[in-house]
């Protein structure tokens, strides 16, 4: 997982000042304060460098379906199931990185809408990617794409309700190119062959590492110009690559992307109780940042909620496209 700094404390709260610096692309953040913060039009709430993203939802026809996916070929583990929610994690034990709600009355999400395009799942080394790729041929499972773009090299496949998966493992940041503040990330074809080198062949498949967490989320959105309003003007992040036609993505702390953003299915929102993505969480070290948001968002147009969860308060934010994207704090960031 990546190296993260920060100068983030547990009674400060770092906003930006202006949208980008000119020459950097990145966020510029001004001197930590404490206390209440006031929110207008013009301030600017920025997420902390040590952001992460620890959760997704997604609605299922079939838990048992799905889960049999991420326990069986991806080698991941049942946390626990308790009326519709499935809770899945690396080890076994909360809190979980995946959650399933069961619809027996969802509808597949149709073609050329919005929604999520796929979940990336983050491997700590190579040679845990290996691992994964080589437990797939295993169990038999497709693959739909091997993709090496320079920061990373991941390995694509859908589950079986069709939602997108990205299987993952980063390359030192030190290998990472950053050119006029933005990220150098290509797509060629990664080789397979040499990834599985990396297994000796007669070691016996394993579940996948304890270190083993989401990465980032790519979304199928209706608007590029409404997604950089939510993701950098209202979140804060920066745009750390705006090159790829139809897509933009999205970080804090000087990660690749934690959010990818693209047009290329279409603009319709699919039916309420459409298969795929419901919600989205990122966690933060601090709260503040909650305080931030919760009070910017009416401001700037977003509909805000608030739940519990174990005694944690979580904020909930509608994202442009109906999503809920939640922020919590509470729990050690990784």
């Known amino acids: 997982m990546e190296e993260v700094s920060t100068n983030w404390s547990a009674d400060s709260l770092v906003r930006a000042k202006s949208d980008r610096d000119e020459t950097s692309g990145q966020a510029v953040r001004a001197p930590m304060r404490s206390g209440p913060v ?9 997420l902390p460098d040590r952001v992460r993203l620890s959760q997704v939802r997604l609605r299922t026809m079939d838990s048992t379906k799905l889960v049999g996916f991420y326990t ?3 080698g991941f583990k049942l946390v626990e199931s308790a009326g ?4 899945i994690s690396a080890t076994g034990k909360e809190p979980g990185f995946l959650m399933l709600t069961e619809d027996r009355k969802a509808v597949p999400r149709p073609p050329g809408t919005t929604g999520l395009f796929h979940l990336a799942i983050r491997f700590p080394s190579r040679l845990d990617l290996a691992r994964a790729y080589r437990r797939l041929l295993v169990y038999g499972y497709p693959i739909e794409g091997a993709s090496d773009h320079g920061v990373s090299e991941a390995v694509y496949l859908a589950d079986p309700e069709g939602n997108g998966v990205e299987l993952y493992a980063d390359r030192p940041r030190s290998q990472w190119h950053w050119e006029n503040g933005q990220v150098v990330m290509g797509t060629k074809p990664l080789d397979l062959q040499s990834l599985l080198t990396a ?7 394993d579940h996948p590492s304890a270190r083993t967490v989401l990465g980032h989320i790519h979304l199928n959105v209706a608007s590029l110009a409404e997604a950089e309003r939510f993701y950098a003007e209202y979140l804060g992040m920066a745009v750390t690559q705006r090159t ?12 690749h992307h934690h959010v990818g953003a693209n047009v290329w299915s279409g603009k319709a929102a699919p039916p309420p109780n459409a298969t795929g993505l419901i919600s989205y969480r990122f966690h933060v070290p601090v709260s503040e940042i909650l305080y931030c948001l919760s009070h910017r968002a009416p401001v700037v147009g977003y509909k805000t909620g608030d739940v519990q969860e174990e005694g944690k308060h979580i904020l909930q934010i509608r ?3 109906g999503n809920w994207l939640e922020v919590q704090t509470g729990r050690k960031a990784l």
């Open 38 to 46: 006031k929110t207008n039009d013009r301030e600017k709430c920025t």
């Open 72 to 74: 069986g070929p991806l």
């Open 84 to 87: 519709a929610d499935s809770e």
């Open 199 to 205: 297994v000796p062949a007669e070691q016996a498949i």
């Open 244 to 255: 790829y036609p139809g897509a933009l993505f999205f970080a804090a702390g000087g990660y």
């Open 319 to 321: 994202d442009p496209n």
